[in-house]
């Protein structure tokens, strides 16, 4: 049996029913990892004694007759932006290289009382600040499907992860993208969830107001499962939502006949490249055999580099002077460091008129989502980009006008909206693409149902990266 090819949910189910020891789960991924990982650059820190130490608690439990949720035993990853106890958190900076936090994050602590070992932790760009995974401390993370391209980022370490099978399922985080440019770089399923839903402390940072920690899984109910574990309130996050919270594998279930369906190319602003549009197209049709109805509209958004821009960069610099030493711009990555002079050329009207443009923002996005269940459209104006680039630098053998254009994901981290990526196709170059799904305000449950039936009618989880192959041969 290989192991790295079942799901979460098979898994967990094998180490209830006492089929296979929660230990030799994880000791079968630690030799994935070793074989593969120097090579992808998923994960980052390795924590194979307290994981292994975690799944032998699960199984001795379990001898003693004790029950736990579906996941219990299968092995989790979490970024490394994202607080572990005991275990280096790095923020994907070299100025913290050593930093080892004494709380866990609340998704953390979450997640190890469900009795889920943590490997370790996931790649990801200095303070998540761009969409290609890769910093000064630990160099790149590769893409599994094209290694000379960029898995994407911010949760590039963890999508690579999943894609090449080092682990069945991941924790990512996403302020303007990160769950779902990953996802989509990588061809597995993201889910960015409503704002609030999983609490995000003690990270009082740049992100706070856009980020959205989710799961990044091969199947849609996999990663349904992992946010079940995730999502409640928790008074010490102010924006946490109030209770109760559905299960959202329960809402894997079930059809999405009669829903109203929009597929828009664009999401008003930018170009996108022929292959993108003609794949993504076709993933969105599929819908219509589901059941819905679909047809081709679009909120007309404009593109609001400015307001996303005007929020995060005065907070991120402030972050950056707050926590590191004198001196740090001299060891920070460029693409980061290039937020300093502009910080320092908004005026607090500029602050202000990009919390108003957020709002205007909001209210496009909600009007038109009155009008339709869904809306589907591209993730990203483009296929993957090479590694070591921001992003894509050309959509159509055009050069992109804004660093920001080929995206087409942070317009929903300012509006707070749930949203997830599906696997679209593969590019004639063997590239994935995926398909955004954004859901109305607090309707994570629909957009995970339609993920699942989309999943079921176009099966993704058994087609795999070559490289993920060849370690099991």
């Known amino acids: 049996m290989e192991l790295w090819k079942l799901t979460a949910l098979e898994l967990g189910r094998l180490i209830a029913r006492r089929e296979v020891r929660a230990v030799e789960v994880v000791t079968h991924f630690l030799e994935r990892i070793e074989a ?45 932006l994202t607080e572990t106890k005991g275990l280096r958190t790095t923020y994907g900076s070299a100025l ?5 936090p004494d709380v866990d994050a609340v998704l953390v602590e979450r997640l190890r009382r469900a009795g889920l070992p943590i490997l370790g932790k996931t790649n990801t760009p200095e303070f998540g600040g761009k969409f290609d995974t890769e910093n000064r401390l630990f ?46 770089c990588c061809g597995v399923f993201g889910l960015k969830p409503q704002f609030g839903r999983v609490p995000f ?10 980020n959205h920690e989710g799961p990044i899984a091969r199947s849609v109910r996999d990663a349904a499962a992992l946010l079940d574990l995730m999502a409640r309130p928790d008074p010490r996050d102010p924006y946490s939502l109030p209770g109760p919270v559905p299960s959202f594998l329960a809402a894997c279930e079930g059809d999405v006949r009669g829903l109203r369906v929009a597929w828009s190319p664009t999401p008003g602003y930018g170009r996108v490249d022929p292959e993108v549009q003609a794949l993504c197209e076709a993933a969105a049709r599929t819908f219509e055999d589901l059941g819905c109805h679909v047809e081709e509209a679009s909120a007309g958004l404009d593109f609001p580099a400015e307001a996303f821009l005007g929020i ?40 202000a008129r990009a919390e108003f443009a957020r709002l205007q923002l909001y209210d496009r996005v909600e009007a038109f989502l009155q009008q339709y269940d869904l809306w589907l459209l591209p993730v990203m104006a483009a296929p993957p980009h090479r590694s070591g680039e921001f992003g894509p630098t050309e959509i159509a053998d055009r050069p992109v006008d804004s660093p920001l254009e080929p995206f087409f994901t ?10 997830a990526s599906v696997p679209a196709g593969f590019t004639r170059d063997g590239l994935p693409v995926g398909l955004q799904i954004v859901g109305r305000r607090f309707a994570e449950a629909t957009v995970l149902r339609a993920a699942a039936c989309y999943e079921a009618a176009r099966p993704w989880a058994d087609r795999w990266p070559e490289i993920a192959e060849q370690s099991s041969r």
Not at 57 to 66: A, I
Not at 96 to 100: A, G, I, Q
């Open 201 to 210: 402390w003690p990270r009082q940072d740049s992100w706070a107001t856009l």
């Open 96 to 100: 913290l290289r050593d930093h080892v």
């Open 312 to 351: 995060i960069v005065p907070r991120m610099v402030a972050q950056l002077e707050r926590d590191l030493p004198p001196g740090f711009v001299e060891q920070l990555d460029p693409m980061l460091a290039v937020f300093l002079p502009y910080a320092d050329q908004l005026t607090s009207r500029d602050v």
């Open 36 to 80: 593969l990982n120097p090579t992808i650059n998923a994960i980052v820190t390795l924590d194979a004694d307290g994981a292994l130490a975690a799944a032998r608690m699960v199984d001795e439990r379990l001898d003693r007759g004790e029950t736990f949720g579906p996941l219990a035993g299968v092995p989790v990853t979490i970024k490394d």
């Open 139 to 184: 160099g790149a993370t590769r893409n599994p499907w094209k290694l000379d391209h960029s898995p994407g980022g911010s949760s590039g370490g963890a999508a690579a992860q999943v894609a090449a099978g080092l682990g069945p399922i991941a924790h990512g985080n996403d302020g303007g993208g990160s769950i779902r440019v990953p996802a989509s």
């Open 410 to 419: 942070f317009p929903f981290n300012l509006t707070g909206h749930p949203a």
